[in-house]
């Protein structure tokens, strides 16, 4: 039995993928912090806290209730985040595998493979997995397969649900599910509209009981990152100079820490090509640079959303040119980033190297761990400046308030300024850790130095007390 060649590297892009994987064990890398946050949260709903009310972050819903879903089936350790991200990327190898099958283009699944897989995971962008971008990602590619397939009542149902639990994302990113809706609005309305619908409406109905079980503070959601966006946007003649740095900087990150320069490169090939894909493609474009543009912060991994257009214009690709053609620009693209592999294969070797050779099966976390975990007590609340959530989250502790930090300024509006004055004389927290000055401190809670006491321990960790 002959094997083809394209199977032969079709394997080898599944090697490729365990390979560059395997340096996000939990023994090797640090827990990111935004994982840190829906981590922690995620553990706080399922003890009952109610989310916003009880426990806040200023995102939609749905990144919390996944980490909340997997932690009711699965130990709330990182190990299932790991094995979460493995999952998932290998479901998208398959929906990939699966939309080239609809276009009968499944024999460049190989390159294409090694192509998503090196700018998904290569570049800073991928941030250790688990973010809100991998899973918004992981359901569009979910979405595009079922809108390219022919509508059945259960893809349809499934297609209403997918569209709400983009939505419930991130705010910035309805606009991405109002652009793939609006192309898409033909295939949607004449197909099992009903139960598309019907989906749509069952989530819907899911978000709407969270927004409302946590109101007013849930509302929040919704204000909190147009007041700050309005701020950080707001030009004057003395703040244009920090605007132009602050444009530049944004560039950067497009095109340094992902896959930006393969998707300028897709820009000019398509000019000449007649295919209505090439306009869902210019149009996620621009709607994505509006938002990389436009929203308060630009963070490495937002540029995961980039990968949406890696696929499709992979598609066009195949689609409208001679196959030479399109292999050498997927190849050029794949080997971009060549130095970033190289460095990825040596972090793999030193992590497959501890774990195996070495037998450290430890999970690798900040030095403020041991020094949290050996002065709290069983019902000891600390509070934590900056954000270090994951923290939280691997020593099973608590805030003591709805706030698991004070990041993104959340001192600088009067709401939440007075509420962190309230909490801290009323419900005080027996820890502080402090990254900050304690000038800065005392700002943030209006304490005077006679209203509290701070016991240095060691590792910015106090003991805490408010003077009566």
Not at 317 to 337: D, R
Not at 375 to 390: H, Q, R
Not at 401 to 425: A, D, H, S, V
Request: net charge positive; charged share 20%; proline share 5%.
């Amino acid at each position: 039995m002959k094997i083809k060649i394209e199977h032969f590297f079709s394997f080898l892009s599944i090697i490729y993928f365990l390979i560059v994987s395997f340096p996000h064990i939990p023994t090797y890398n640090n827990m990111s912090i935004d994982s840190g946050i829906y981590a922690y949260i995620g553990q706080q709903v399922n003890k009952g806290k109610i989310l916003y009310k009880e426990v806040w972050d200023y995102k939609f819903p749905a990144i919390y209730y996944i980490y909340a879903f997997l932690f009711k089936i699965f130990p709330d350790s990182r190990w299932t985040l790991y094995f979460t991200d493995v999952f998932i990327h290998v479901c998208m190898l398959i929906l990939i595998f699966l939309i080239l099958k609809i276009f009968e283009k499944r024999d460049y699944f190989w390159i294409i493979s090694f192509l998503f897989t090196t700018t998904y995971r290569i570049y800073p962008c991928f941030s250790g997995g688990n973010l809100a971008e991998h899973f918004f990602l992981f359901i569009s590619f979910i979405s595009l397969y079922l809108l390219f397939k022919k509508p059945t009542k259960f893809f349809d149902f499934t297609l209403g649900n997918c569209f709400v639990w983009m939505l419930m994302f991130k705010q910035p990113y309805i606009l991405i599910v109002l652009i793939i809706f609006l192309f898409f609005k033909d295939r949607i309305l004449k197909g099992e509209k009903k139960f598309f619908f019907c989906g749509f409406l069952l989530s819907f109905l899911f978000f709407i009981c969270v927004f409302l079980k946590g109101a007013p503070e849930s509302f929040e959601t919704v204000t909190f990152p147009f007041k700050v966006t309005k701020e950080s946007n707001f030009i004057t003649l003395n703040t244009l100079k920090n605007f132009l740095n602050n444009l530049e900087y944004k560039i950067r990150i497009i095109l340094f820490v992902g896959p930006g320069k393969q998707v300028l490169l897709f820009l000019p090939i398509f000019f000449f090509v007649k295919d209505r894909l090439k306009f869902l493609f210019f149009s996620l474009f621009l709607s994505l640079l509006f938002i990389y543009l436009t929203t308060f912060a630009l963070y490495a991994h937002y540029i995961l959303l980039l990968n949406i257009l890696i696929l499709l214009g992979s598609i066009i690709l195949i689609k409208n040119y001679p196959k030479k053609f399109a292999l050498f620009f997927l190849i050029l693209f794949t080997l971009w980033p060549l130095t970033l592999i190289k460095k990825r294969f040596i972090h793999s070797y030193n992590a497959f190297y501890k774990f195996f050779v070495l037998k450290d099966h430890r999970i690798r976390v900040y030095p403020i761990v041991f020094t949290v975990a050996k002065y709290i007590k069983p019902n000891e609340t600390l509070f934590m400046i900056p954000d270090y959530c994951e923290v939280y989250f691997i020593l099973k502790i608590e805030s003591p308030w709805r706030f698991c930090g004070i990041g993104q300024g959340i001192p600088n509006y009067p709401k939440f300024k007075n509420e962190l004055k309230k909490l801290i004389r009323e419900k005080p927290p027996d820890y502080f850790y402090l990254e900050i000055s304690i000038k800065e401190f005392e700002n943030i809670f209006d304490l005077k130095p006679s209203e509290y006491k701070l016991t240095f321990l060691e590792n910015n960790l106090y003991k805490f007390k408010i003077l009566k």
